[in-house]
């Protein structure tokens, strides 16, 4: 059985930092892309930013510069850094491994994931 695990979240201030942490079991964690998505209440799911198999990023525009996706498959750790966070990103933050393994894409999809139960990030104004 397939368990995906978040920590790291809190609440911090704007312009403050925060590192995100995913592990996984039950599966070859470095077989699999994988990344960080996050849902806020009211508004749908979306991707943060993903990171295939061969290690190709994905962010998404409003990230860029500020959060950094990295692995560790000696830890068999995903992390995603976040800088600058703004109050407009409070959101409940998902981890998902691609069930395919070897995904080339590194485009953060909705479907076909595994997912963790989320972790949450308050940043206050």
């Known amino acids: 059985q397939v368990q995906v695990t978040e920590s790291g979240g809190g609440l911090v201030q704007a312009g403050g930092s925060l590192r995100l942490s995913c592990t996984a079991s039950g599966l070859s964690f470095d077989m699999h892309a994988m990344g960080w998505f996050r849902q806020a209440p009211g508004k749908e799911r979306e991707g943060v930013s993903c990171?295939?198999?061969?290690?190709?990023?994905y962010y998404r525009d409003s990230v860029v510069g500020r959060f950094t996706i990295s692995r560790d498959k000696s830890r068999r750790t995903l992390y995603l850094q976040m800088n600058s966070l703004e109050p407009e990103e409070t959101a409940r933050y998902y981890c998902a491994l691609v069930k395919t393994p070897y995904t080339e894409s590194s485009s953060c999809n909705l479907n076909n994931n595994y997912w963790g139960q989320g972790t949450q990030v308050t940043v206050s104004s």
């Open positions: 990171i295939s198999y061969y290690g190709s990023t």
